[in-house]
């Protein structure tokens, strides 16, 4: 990952670590984070440091949080004398993030972030407050299914979920070959910049997330039924009908025809509940 040898032992498998060896993609990605000299950035997860070089390159004022016992010590020591770089030693999905850097407003976030996390990361920084802007290497298929449009076969809650906070682009492919160990799947770099002020706030959020989860796990039956029949929803039929003629929308729509807005505005003409704490949205 870095041109200096750290981080000797092995990548561990519990943690998900795949390194970024590529170099070109390396400096691309520290690139396309777009910080200037002495802005803030969040970098999760820095593992041995093959972004974290070329941020403090730039001069920004970097934060870097990593949770492998090893690798923490190594980064602070390596930059212990650089009083624009801070080392966190902890788990990004339990650490409060707008309290680890001077204006969490400002602040750009980069990661090359574990697959098995990558949901409940992107989700935790969609959560007022937002910072500026993110850069997340994730797998391409959740890049897929985070890009797509209504109408499309990957179009899901994911990318009703992403779509309702922020707006989201692609950087660049990271093939598989460009990490150590090689994954089983090829990556994607993506862009995803919150909307601010945001769109929706925690209750409206909750709603949302509520009717997506359950119309996409029943995404193959047609919206009526799955609002007044679905154990998540249970809308009475008035409040069915009344909602789905607000936007137009025959009972017989399937979820995957719905915009975001579709979404939001049936959230909020109906008598939903937000998800109980602790469920992730797939």
Partial sequence: MNPRRTGRGRPKRSLGQNFLVDPNLRRKIAAAVGAGEGEPVLEIGAGRGALTDHLVQAGVALTAVELDDALAPELAARYRHDPRVEVVHGDVLSLDLPTLTADWAATRVVGNIPYNITTPIIFKLLTPPFPADVVLTVQAEVAARILAGPGSRTYGALSVGVAVHAEASRVCKVPRGAFRPVPRVDSVALRITPRVPPALDAEAA?????????????????????????????????????ALAGRSLPPSIRPEQLSPDDFIALSGALPLAPPPPGRRLR
């Fill in 206 to 242: 909750g709603r949302v997330r509520t009717l997506t989860r359950a119309a996409f796990s029943w995404r193959r039956k047609q919206l009526g039924k799955i609002l007044h029949r679905h154990p998540d929803l249970r809308c009475p039929p008035a409040d069915v009908e009344r």
